[in-house]
Nanobody, 123 residues
Framework: QVQLVESGGGLVQAGGSLRLSCAASGRTFSRYAMGWFRQAPGKEREFVASMGGIGSSTYYADSVKGRFTISRDNAENTAYLQMNSLKPEDTAVYYC????????????????WGQGTQVTVTS
């Protein structure tokens, strides 16, 4: 079992930055691929970014590529999502998720989810 807790969301103006954190319980954090997803009101949950357990491979949605960076600190059991040049369309609840397998883009591949953190970007 892995428990995930996100933090770092908030209200920011367009062009600003936020860093989301995802703290994981357990001693096998490095074995899990980690992903970030987001869901805006009235929309489906969408893939944002993911990375493998050792962290050598990272993947991004086209909409965030070049602005967001996913990273992890396995010693601290924490994953991060650095978000720069934020846009109003980035407004959503952001979720981190852990997968026993590959750093997939499909949310169905993930076994554990955090409760989400709200990110609101004003114009």
């Amino acid at each position: 079992q892995v428990q995930l807790v996100e933090s770092g969301g908030g209200l920011v103006q367009a062009g600003g930055s936020l860093r989301l954190s995802c703290a994981a319980s357990g001693r096998t954090f490095s074995r899990y691929a980690m992903g970030w997803f987001r869901q805006a009101p009235g929309k489906e949950r969408e893939f944002v970014a993911s990375m493998g357990g050792i962290g050598s491979s990272t993947y991004y949605a086209d909409s965030v590529k070049g602005r967001f960076t996913i990273s992890r600190d396995n010693a601290e059991n924490t994953a991060y999502l650095q978000m720069n040049s934020l846009k109003p369309e980035d407004t959503a609840v952001y979720y981190c998720a852990a997968s026993r397998y590959l750093p997939a883009r499909d949310y169905k591949a993930y076994n554990y989810w955090g409760q989400g953190t709200q990110v609101t970007v004003t114009s």
